[in-house]
């Protein structure tokens, strides 16, 4: 049976026919299967849940009883009949309990990568290559020009102007789930054991990391901070906040950005990051092409993103290549409204 008779892109996102249900639905459904917490992925108004235990836990601390009324937790690993289908969730590597929806039904396995990357992360279980007969990507970053540098390499920079300024603060713009969190356990990985501030905005979902065992040293609160006392000091907030009032409380900041489209000079510009720093949680060109070698599946579906070269490099390798007009994905976080801004959220 051909797997799109019974894997299908619908008004509302992925639909699995077999199982009645939606794989990370933009719009509320009975059944939805959600990969990872970000807001393009995650939706409040859904009835049954479906997600790992990490994934629910920021769900119901960003939605609140939205969340849904029937939440069923599957850890990494364990597989869940649903109308016959098997649902088994392996990891993603993309933030906290982000996961790839495994999907079996009649001899055919069908892997929904969600969003991932395939880089080290201190924060998050790293990605599983999952042999399947079609594979479903993303492509965020999918063209050859995208190929993201070591993260040891940015988080040098942010150190160098910590020392290098002590009667400055470096403000760091992030989002407030998986990139902010990572950002911090890749300071105290390359050392860096002084207080890391932190926008208001930025505390629950660290608060939510600690309690799931990602360590993350000592985070005061820059908010209510004598000016004074963030001297020399690392201050995370939201992308937001950089050019807002917030800003102000901090002595003569030194704006950072940590994003995969700090690449792109003009995005850098546009978000008034002094320094740009390219920290993604996407997979880069490479990655997304060893993936699907790795991965081995004779046919790739594309979701988001730069879809159409993707496709062609599938093609060139052999692979059926197919894009998925999927609406509403691209936009992780939903704290930058309107404009280029929402697509460049929580690369
Ligand atoms: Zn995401
Ligand atoms: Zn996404």
């Given at each position: 049976m051909k797997p799109e008779s019974w894997l299908k892109v619908t008004s509302r996102g992925l639909y699995c026919e077999p199982g009645d249900f939606y794989i990370d639905p933009h719009r509320p459904v009975g059944r939805a299967v959600v990969t990872h917490g970000h807001g393009d992925h995650a939706r409040p108004g859904n009835r049954a849940v479906l997600a790992t235990p990490a994934t629910l836990a920021i769900m119901r601390k960003r939605f609140?009883?939205?969340?849904?009324?029937a939440l069923d937790e599957l850890p990494y690993g364990e597989t869940r009949s649903i109308g016959g289908v098997g649902v088994t969730f392996r990891p993603a590597g993309h933030v906290l309990g982000s996961a790839q929806a495994v999907l079996e039904w009649q001899g055919c396995r069908i892997v929904v990568s969600g969003d991932y990357k395939r880089r080290p992360d201190p924060t998050c279980a790293p990605f599983e290559v999952v042999p399947c007969d079609v594979f479903i990507t993303e492509a965020t970053f999918g063209l050859p020009v995208f190929r993201h540098p070591p993260d040891s390499e940015e988080i040098a920079k942010l150190l160098t102007a910590q020392a290098q300024f002590p009667e400055r603060a470096v403000l760091v713009g992030a989002y407030a789930l998986g990139k902010a969190q990572r950002v911090i356990a890749l300071l105290r990985q390359a050392g860096y054991e002084r207080p890391i501030w932190i926008h208001g905005a930025l505390q629950g979902l660290c608060d939510l990391y600690r309690d799931f065992g990602v360590e993350l040293g000592e985070l005061r609160p820059a908010?209510?901070?004598?000016?004074?006392?963030?001297?020399g000091e690392i201050v995370l907030a939201p992308?937001?906040?950089?050019?807002?009032?917030?800003?102000?409380?901090?002595?003569?900041p030194i704006t950072a950005m940590a994003s995969g489209w700090m690449r792109v000079r003009a995005r850098a510009r546009q978000r008034g990051a002094e320094l740009p720093l390219i920290i993604s949680d996407h997979a880069d060109w490479d990655e997304l092409t060893m993936t699907i070698r790795e991965v081995a599946a004779p046919e790739v579906w594309v979701t988001h993103g730069n879809e159409e070269a993707l496709v062609h490099y599938a093609r060139t390798i052999g692979l059926r290549g197919r894009a998925l007009a999927l609406?509403?994905?691209?936009?992780?976080?939903?704290?930058?409204?309107?404009?280029?801004e929402t697509q460049e959220a929580e690369a």
């Open positions: 609140g009883n939205d969340a849904g009324s908010t209510g901070a004598a000016k004074k006392d963030l001297a992308p937001g906040s950089l050019t807002d009032r917030w800003s102000r409380r901090l002595p003569d609406i509403g994905r691209g936009e992780d976080e939903q704290e930058a409204p309107g404009g280029e």
